[in-house]
């Protein structure tokens, strides 16, 4: 009657087990049975007692054998080899293609065993409706702590919010899984349909009272919630921000990583001392990692989904796959493919998936979306280039690493980010507001800005380091761009009682440089730094701006920085300090001129507050203009066209030329000579300039002290009052330099 491995069922309930072991005898059988689990269970029963339903084992319709009901009590057995409805259904598939009794004890949950719950009234069988089996299996392998295997299935079917249940490791196996009623009218970034919500049942997100007595909530502290337990935390402060829309304020909040003892890793960016309350949130971390691998979805059949969103902390998803996009379906897309949701320590590897870009329809998709998290990682992950496809909000520890994306988005709350060799295909790094650092370290950026500010977030509040290292702008389109841009600074907090911006403290930008055509324009420009302050804004000038080996393969771009400091307070750690070095290159001359094309721009406005150090060698075709009063100003070896500080006479700032090549003057209407001096000459802040050439028709006149200088043969420099080119050479009230 019974052999081993089949399969057996309480009459009480409970779910299929593997008969593992039969003793028939003359009239009795004994029987011994394995749950998923690996419970074992056994009984002996009646021969006689056995009654057996007409149909062989061998029929294309199912077989059951039952316990009769006249046995005395005890357990009671429901037996199926083919469990099977419809009719010739027993001809295409077993209910349990068995492993051996070996594969059983190790052990793992198999979805094709589940068949029994699937909804066959497709007539394709890659159209069944698998959801109530997925539940099941999930459920089981959950209770159990057992992995879940997919193998045996080519494509599936689930509904689009199935929110399947996964709480272990699981093998997809390349199953193609496609979702059912995934396409809805409105389609919001609010309500997107869930089908694997990967959850572990202990460690749910909860509620934490901390007396504000116990935390630090100064900035860059370490343990800002006290000697709290490991996991994912998430603390939101009374402390006030500018709101998106720039019509109000939001609390101030930032994810943790919690490592042990209430020590973070990444720490709070800003000072919230002030707080008045603070909220905070827990997840704890479960006892294991879990993997998601080759899992397989399509790219059409939705426009609100999510296929696999993380709520547990140390989860790992890969060799992950989306098709390719075949079937445009025309409507408004709102998707987050890949969802992070309030959890740490997730990683995304070897993930390929297609932009699902659509011609004339406006799409929000992102195949990659972290709704707030801490220390989470992707690793080759591979977009084609298209709509928006990764966004983050309230993340903590974003790295990136040998991806091929559109952009990397930050938008509110995004704190030390970096992306290491990557390729970025239409923008760089992007952020609305956040702190610690963002660094890109060998990424390739097409016709965008490396790393840039969002205009419709709050205007660039961050505290912290910016760095670009060693990163190359593929520009295709011909036209002015910015390693880092950040030209919205402020923007948040105009016309509002908001807390003053702070721009990064350090931005620096080095070993890196620009390549593609040429389109025969000759005044676009190639700047390091580009940042702009909206008129009338309150924001904090960074502490130290670095610009170290930036090149172009040609002449066509000159090099620039655009910094106004003039409408920017005082760092509060004192002057900022700006080192251009080893840079430029492109036209000596533009027509029209690029206000952008200037060496060193600090704004054309007066600014009585600002001070600055600024340091410029070794770079080409130097064109400074400066309205900062009170600053300092050197350069060293350098070929310089014109230096223009433009503050009122005896009100200027210091300025010194070393080595330095005064050659192709930039001469602007109404003048005959290239300005190189300050308004005026003054004791405090000197102009000298020391060990120089001068090839050309350059404004010297107000120069405090001159040596070592030689005036080129033809060349007619307006020099100061009683300066000739032999005094020039052989020293101008040279103790200034004593």
């Known amino acids: 009657m019974f052999s081993v491995g089949d399969a057996v069922r309480l009459q009480s309930g409970g779910g299929w087990m593997t008969v593992v072991d039969v003793h028939e005898g003359s009239d009795s059988i004994s029987c011994t049975w394995m749950a998923v689990d690996g419970t074992l269970g056994n009984a002996t029963f009646p021969s006689a007692a056995l009654k057996a339903v007409p149909q062989p084992r061998s029929a294309s319709v199912a077989a059951d054998i039952e316990i009769g009901d006249d046995l005395p009590p005890g357990p009671n057995l ?84 199935a929110m399947v249940p996964v709480g272990t490791d699981v093998d997809f196996c390349g199953c193609l899984i496609k979702p059912l009623n995934g396409i809805v009218a409105s389609p919001t970034h609010d309500t997107l349909n869930v089908m694997f919500d990967v959850v572990d049942e202990g460690t749910p997100l909860v509620d934490v009272s901390i007396p504000l007595a116990d ?51 990444g720490p709070l960016s800003a000072d919230l001392t002030a707080s008045t309350w603070i909220s905070v949130k827990h997840r704890a971390n479960p006892r294991r990692w879990i993997e998601l691998r080759n899992s397989t979805f399509p790219s059409d059949g939705y426009n609100n989904q999510t296929f696999i969103r993380v709520r547990r902390n140390m989860v790992r998803v890969v060799r992950s796959r989306v098709l390719e996009y075949i079937n445009p379906h025309g409507l408004v897309d709102a998707c987050a493919l890949f969802d992070v949701d309030r959890a740490s320590d997730v990683s995304f590897d070897d993930i390929i998936a297609p932009s699902r870009k659509q011609t004339g329809v406006t799409s929000g998709t992102y195949i990659f979306n972290v709704s707030a998290g801490a220390q989470i990682r992707y690793c ?24 091929t994306l559109n952009r990397i988005d930050a938008h509110h709350s995004g704190h030390n980010i970096a992306a290491i060799d990557c390729t970025l295909t239409e923008r760089g790094i992007f952020i609305g507001w956040g702190g610690g650092y963002i660094s890109a370290l060998r990424c ?101 701006i670095s610009v170290r080996g930036v090149a172009q393969n040609g002449p066509a771009y000159r090099f620039g920085n655009f910094v106004q400091l003039c409408r920017m307070l005082l760092h509060p750690n004192g002057w900022t300090t700006i080192d251009i070095v080893d840079c430029g290159g492109g036209p000596v001359a533009m027509t029209p001129f690029n206000p952008r094309g200037k060496t060193l721009d600090t704004g054309d406005e007066d600014s009585v507050s600002m ?23 050197s350069l060293s070896e350098c070929s310089v066209q014109r230096v223009d500080l433009r503050a009122t006479a005896g009100n200027t700032s210091a300025l010194e030329y070393y080595g330095c090549r005064l050659e192709n003057p930039i001469i602007l209407s109404g003048e005959t000579h290239a300005k190189m001096c300050g308004a005026g000459v003054n004791a405090s802040y000197p102009t000298v300039f020391s060990d120089c050439r001068v090839a050309s028709d350059f404004d010297l006149s107000t120069a405090s002290a001159i040596k070592g200088t030689v005036i080129r043969s033809g060349a007619s420099p307006a020099l100061p009052s009683g300066v000739t080119a032999a005094l020039a050479l052989a020293g101008w009230k040279a103790s200034v330099f004593s």
Request: charged content about 20%.
């Open 380 to 403: 080759e992950c591979h977009t084609s280039p298209g709509r928006p496809v990764f966004a983050s909000n309230y993340v903590n520890g974003l790295r990136v690493e040998r991806c």
């Open 215 to 265: 935390t630090n909530l100064a900035a860059m502290s370490s343990r800002p919630l006290g000697g709290v337990e490991p996991g994912y935390w998430f603390l939101t402060s009374s402390v006030q921000i500018c709101n998106r829309a720039r019509n109000g304020t939001y609390s101030y909040a930032q994810s943790f990583k919690v490592i042990g003892d209430g020590v973070v890793q």
């Open 611 to 633: 001070r600055a150090i600024v340091g410029i060698r070794g770079c080409r075709a130097v064109y400074v203009q400066s309205y900062l009063r009170n600053s300092q100003l």
């Open 78 to 161: 429901v037996y199926s080899t083919q469990k099977i409805s419809g009719v010739g259904a027993a001809g295409l598939l077993g209910f349990m293609e068995l492993q051996t009794v070996d594969d059983r004890l190790r052990t793992e949950v198999v979805v094709k065993d589940y068949l029994h719950l699937v909804d066959r009234a497709a007539p394709v069988p890659s159209d069944w409706d698998w959801t109530l089996a997925l539940h099941a299996a999930h459920a089981q392998a959950n209770d159990a702590g057992l992995s879940v295997s997919y193998r045996g299935i080519n494509a599936m079917s689930v509904d689009a919010n």
């Open 444 to 544: 390739i950026v097409y016709d965008s800005s490396v790393v840039g500010d969002r205009p419709d977030f709050s205007g660039d509040l961050f505290s912290g380091r910016l760095t670009v290292s060693d990163c190359e702008i593929r520009n295709s389109t011909g036209r002015t761009i910015a390693f880092v841009r950040l030209d919205s600074s402020g923007g948040g907090g105009v016309g509002n009682d908001y807390a003053p911006v702070r721009l990064p403290d350090s931005i620096i930008v080095e070993r890196s440089r620009r390549v593609g055509p040429y389109p025969g324009a000759d005044n676009l420009v190639l700047l390091g730094v580009d940042i702009a302050v909206q008129a009338g804004a309150v924001v904090y000038a960074p502490h130290q």
